[in-house]
């Protein structure tokens, strides 16, 4: 049997997001839903899970049925950022979109979203573009054994048509340094 790559903590109802009894005690320790339920009662709604009264949301023209989510409060935003980001394997901030804003609704979910930040991806993944000096080539001597592409631009051009920004395919063949731009 293969060890779990979860932590054991993200696996307890306490600390596990996705848990019904979580959020059941998460959306019942404040009144901010029942102010939402009560000015919004088309789109707030109780829902039955897991013998579970979980409050959900659906925005006014679609179905209660398919389109719910589930709605959140304050205090479980960040926790469930941070539990998702680790299960899902540290995606970046448009994949989190994708995955969160499909089952959660908040009203500021998107901001809260952009704005959280790891540790270790902070450390581990490259910002930007990668702009910077490349590293030494190591070059073999045999003709056409290694070539490097880049792709380069955008440059801005005038044509007859009007002003255009086109970007150009680069090949070097590293032994002779022969340029090729496609």
Not at 48 to 55: G, P, Q, S, T
Not at 78 to 84: A, K, N, V
Not at 112 to 137: M, R, V
């Amino acid at each position: 049997m293969r060890p779990s790559l979860i932590p054991p903590s993200f696996t307890s109802p306490e600390t596990n997001s996705t848990d019904f009894q979580w959020m059941f005690i998460r959306q019942n320790e404040t009144d901010e839903f029942l102010k939402l339920k009560q000015k919004f009662p088309h789109q707030y709604f109780n829902r039955i899970l897991e013998d579970k009264r979980i409050i959900c949301y659906v925005t006014p023209c679609d179905d209660r049925e398919m389109q719910r989510k589930l709605a959140f409060t304050n205090s479980m935003i960040w926790p469930t950022l941070h539990w998702s980001h680790i299960i899902l394997g540290h995606p970046d901030t448009h994949h989190k979109h994708a995955l969160l804003e499909t089952r959660y609704h908040h009203p500021h979910l998107h901001n809260h979203i952009e704005h959280f930040l790891c540790n270790e991806c902070q450390q581990a993944k490259p910002t930007g573009s990668g702009h910077g000096l490349l590293p030494d080539l190591k070059v073999s001597g045999i003709f056409c054994e290694q070539v490097t592409v880049d792709l380069i631009g955008p440059w801005p051009a005038s044509t007859l048509n009007g002003d255009v920004e086109f970007y150009s395919l680069t090949f070097i063949e590293t032994t002779t340094n022969l340029v090729n731009l496609a």
